[in-house]
């Protein structure tokens, strides 16, 4: 199946400090990138649709100047947390949809990324 | 709107034991229907789809789930759990392509399924 990768894996920052986090499908064009926060033992919020070429689309109660969603290529998405607090804490997915292939039904996930800001 | 509900929260089970993790959902136009695994600290990885024809959808690591759509149920199976299987399970749906409208994922609540020896 298609790959989604996601950078870092981790993170630890300081309050205050921004923090950006990458999401690549590596062997697909994806129009669509998603992101996604979970907390823990809970669901996948949805968080904002990255459109490659134009501006993200942001869930009601989203801070899109909090959480700044850049989509620049057809392979490549990224989320910046800027001025991170403690409460940003949190692990955050991306998805993506492959473009071109019939499977479009389908989005593949990343791993993940463990953000902890102290 | 769409929603997705899955009724069980845990579900504690024995190696080799039959399983059924349940989902409801609910929607006024057709949908496409899937279940995710996630393991600690990982991504999701897609188990099945149902997106049109038979009702009995089979995934990989031996899950199955059926399509109940007067009941509007996606209930996962397995018909015998290894350990391995313990994780986090999530029923989610999507518009349809015919539906059109906001193509995301709407995802369930999630069910932790924990098998033991």
Known sequence: ?118 | AQSVTQLDSQVPVFEEAPVELRCNYSSSVSVYLFWYVQYPNQGLQLLLKYLSGSTLVKGINGFEAEFNKSQTSFHLRKPSVHISDTAEYFCAVRLNMFSGGYNKLIFGAGTRLAVHP
């Open chain 1, 1 to 118: 199946g298609a790959v989604v990768s996601q950078h870092p894996s981790w993170v630890i920052c300081k309050s205050g400090t921004s923090v950006k986090i990458e999401c690549r499908s590596l062997d697909f064009q994806a129009t669509t990138m998603f992101w996604y926060r979970q907390f823990p033992k809970q669901s996948l919020m949805l968080m904002a649709t990255s459109n490659e070429g134009s501006k993200a689309t942001y869930e009601q109660g989203v801070e899109k100047d909090k959480f700044l969603i850049n989509h620049a290529s057809l392979t490549l998405s990224t989320l910046t947390v800027t001025s991170a607090h403690p409460e940003d804490s949190s692990f955050y997915i991306c998805s993506a949809r492959d473009h071109h292939s019939l499977k479009n039904t389908e989005a593949f996930f990343g791993q993940g990324t463990r953000l902890t800001v102290v």
